[in-house]
């Protein structure tokens, strides 16, 4: 039996998972940057039992090639992702630690059941 707040635990890293190794690597640039963070949030917004997405870009990590653009780093990526399964919502965020794009599970929540069950 799967109870909601672990499958709401579950969903949260999969789309960190999924973020993560869909987008790493992509080219980036400070004039694209809130496009990328747009579209990125758009896409795993998508996906099912994600209620909230936040994603932002840490600019001063960019490092620009010879053709004037980065790539972006898993180290860049600062995520704030909540799932929501039935009554359980899990907080989950991706975030620099040292120098480790570290994903985390903040916190689950599971809402009482109402008294008219």
Not at 86 to 114: Q, T
């Amino acid at each position: 039996m799967v109870f909601e707040r672990e499958q709401a635990a579950f969903e949260a890293g999969i789309k960190l998972g999924a973020l993560y190794h869909q987008f790493i690597g992509t080219p980036v640039s400070p004039v694209t940057v809130p496009k990328l963070e747009e579209a990125i949030e758009q896409s795993i917004g998508l996906q099912p039992f994600v209620e909230q997405v936040r994603v932002r870009l840490d600019r001063a990590a960019m490092q620009e090639n010879i053709f004037g653009y980065s790539e972006l780093a898993g180290t860049m990526l600062s995520v704030d992702l909540v799932t929501r399964v039935g009554r359980a919502s899990c907080h989950a965020r991706l975030r620099k630690e040292r120098d480790y794009p570290l994903m985390e599970i903040v916190k689950c929540h599971e809402e009482p059941e109402s008294a008219d069950h």
